[in-house]
């Protein structure tokens, strides 16, 4: 083995390329089970984003296969991908081999049956609908239905009917400003449904209805179960057996139970969440093998376990997997299937058979088929730190790592703080690429899972109520100022970087505070007025509780907004936008872009045509990746190891 070369942090070249990552690496989403037959959908960058439904037949008879077939289902150019929330999720729903879904382009409801091609269900009208089951008896889908047919106004959300013969639609329930996870009894009888108003998000508080079916359809007798204002139902859903189970917060964690006779009953009370907050629809994180038998998975600080939980006993048995991240997960008799993946291991849809539980998980179809080798692979630390107001606060720490290379003696690498969108939401230590081109070429990353973030419990969740752009920025900065203090990473050049929510505390950390050198703001707010008057619906009202409410706290708003205090940034930024962004428009970045300009600080700005919030496209995703090392590579002075695009940057 040759020895490592001793090069300078920054300058190592990596088999980890941009090309490389755009070009075999897909998005797995959704997982749904039909018979022996599992569906999943594929992000494709390839082919612009384009969301692909795929198939997985158990075997292929006329090949004599047993290892399974798979195939895409919907064909070019259909995109399976709702807009209602602009998030989207739930797009598709399966039964008896026959799809349903929502596609991109005109957001009308498709069926598919085996082996024909797509037919709309409903009419071209300004609808979009998500979050869809299957009403055999009654011949019909019950979804949600966003209607955008009255401009001037908010969408109108709604539960509703659609009858798959004529399209015909039927109000269910209305009234309230949000609904989703329609879900029927197994004898048909009833649906159960979470709803929320304004200004909660679905994490804050909700409702857990019931109905029965009347006669023609409508729904009757209409009971609330449970939630409220300071209480998140996720995921309720019927077992075999006409039990309604949900999750709850109420206890301060996402925890399990079900409602029988009127009564409410904890089913496996423990400091770990089940549940995850509901950015998009078709989330889920149980389901049943039998009345007796429910799958589940939970998250304990940050590392999601596998378990199986009897519904008599209420035992609760961890199931052992390679795992740490696990999601979609989806259930029928004798199997359970979910999205997976590990610090070593990307993410890939993989399948358990529940009567083989020592045998290893069945892969499906990895996001990844590259094979790195592992000596290339930084592992993830879980660190806990000291933070305001004598708190601690949580982050994945990457090291520099390169079989190849060792840096110079007494060189300390710079680091890249991570700051996660939501903001509430989490990281995880799932293998990313991306996190690995950078700790190949010798940063430290930081991925920060400050205060606001999910997966340790509410009380955690809430540190961010009122204090968005500054719990977030302290845990980012004291995260980076923790592992310099301990020699780890070099503090004069620490940089920080986020998407969306995440852009907001990139910009906030490098405005209010000094210990950053340099960062980038992906699609990233800068005013928070401007955001407060212009965004969509779902989050219209989120910042009454990250902020305060609107108008009557403008003082707060400007307070906190990096485009009003342009004269307390001294270091570079670079901006990365997408022009067809409805949720942060792109005058967001062109307002900083501009004050940087003219403050004369180093200034890039790199705007995407036809991206909107985050970025699809194969060749988008490698100028942002490419573009951002770039940038720190001409601030800092190191060479970069490979030729990259040079990204103009302004008063350099």
Known sequence: MAEPKVSPYGTWKSPITSDLIVAGTIGLGQVALDGDDTYWTESRPTEAGRNVLVRRTPDDQINSQTDGQISDVTPAPFNVRTRVHEYGGGAFTVAQGMVYFSNFADQRLYRQEPGGSPQPITPEA????????VDAAGQRL?????DHSQGGHEPINTLVSVDLNSGDQQVLVSGNDFYASPCLSPDGSRLAWITWHHPNLPWDGTELWVGSFQADGSLGQL???????????????????G??????????????????????????????????????????TYGFASANQLICTYNERGTWQLASLDTTTLKLEPIATPYTEISSLQVAPGRVAFCAGSPTKATSVVQLDLSRLGSPPEILRRSSELTIGTSYLSQPEVIEFPTGNGLTAYAFFYPPQNCDYRALEGERPPLLVKSHGGPTGATSSVLSLRTQYWTSRGFALLDVNYGGSTGYGR???????????????????NGALYLAQQGKVDGERLTISGGSAGGYTTLCALTFQTSFKAGASYYGVSDLEALARDTHKFEARYLDGLIGPYPERQDLYQARSPIHATERLACPVIFFQGLEDKVVPPNQAEMMVEALRAKGLPVAYVAFVGEQHGFRRAENIKRALDGEFYFYARVFGFEPADPIEPVPIENL
């Open 243 to 284: 039990v309604l189970y949900f999750v709850s917060d109420r206890t301060d964690w996402w925890n399990l139970y079900r409602w029988q006779n009127g009564k409410l009953e904890p089913l496996a009370p423990m400091a770990a969440e089940f549940g995850l907050p509901q950015w998009v629809f078709g989330m889920s």
């Open 126 to 133: 300004a609808f979009r609908y998500a979050n869809a089951v």
């Open 459 to 477: 009380a955690y969740r809430q540190r961010l109520r009122d204090r968005w752009g500054i719990v977030d920025v302290e845990d980012c900065t």
């Open 223 to 241: 009971e609330q179960v449970a939630g409220g204002l300071e209480e998140s139902i996720f995921q309720p859903e019927w077992s075999p057996d």
């Open 142 to 146: 019950i979804c949600v239905r966003e």
